[in-house]
C-alpha cells in the first residue's frame, strides 16, 4: 500500500472527493502492476487509462491520466485503491487466482459464472467472444 497522506496534499479536495467515490463505488475495473509501474483503467463517461511509476512501492514517483488534466478525479480514484488495497504483481497474482480456482468446486464456480453472466454485460460480452457464441 502507498502512503495517501503524501499524494493527497497534490490533488484539490473535489477531485480528491470524487475520486475517493469512484474507488468505493469500484470504478477501478482494472489493475495490473509489474514492479514499480501500475496501469489501471477508470470507468467515467468513458474508460480513462491511468499510469503510475511509484517509488519504493510506498511513494508516487509521477502519474498520468490519458484525461489530460495534470491531477484528476481518475487519478486520484487510482491512488485510494493503492492506499487501501495491496495490488499484488501479476506473476504474485496469477499464483493467487489459480489457487483459488483449485479451491473451488465446479458447481461453486458454475454458480458464480452464471451470476456473472446475468449482472455484468462487460463480461457476459467478453465470455461470448471468447468462446464464440
Not at 5 to 13: A, P, T, V
Not at 74 to 102: G, Q, R, T, W, Y
Request: proline share 1%; hydrophobic share 30%; glycine share 4%.
Amino acid at each position: 500500500m502507498i502512503d495517501d497522506y503524501d499524494w493527497q496534499l497534490n490533488f484539490h479536495y473535489r477531485e480528491n472527493g470524487t475520486g475517493k467515490n469512484y474507488y468505493k463505488s469500484g470504478r477501478v475495473k482494472f489493475i495490473e502492476k509489474n514492479e514499480s509501474i501500475v496501469n489501471a483503467i477508470v470507468l467515467d463517461d468513458y474508460e480513462f487509462k491511468v499510469k503510475i511509476k511509484l517509488c519504493d512501492d510506498k511513494y508516487v514517483d509521477s502519474i498520468s491520466c490519458e484525461c489530460g488534466e495534470q491531477s484528476c478525479k481518475h487519478m486520484a480514484a487510482c491512488l485510494h485503491l493503492l492506499s487501501n488495497e495491496e495490488v499484488p504483481d501479476n506473476e504474485n497474482k496469477f499464483m493467487e487466482i489459480e489457487d483459488i480456482l483449485d479451491k473451488l468446486k465446479d458447481d461453486e464456480l458454475i454458480s458464480f459464472v452464471k451470476k456473472q453472466l446475468k449482472n455484468d454485460y462487460n463480461f457476459y460480452r467478453e465470455f461470448r467472444e471468447e468462446f464464440g457464441l
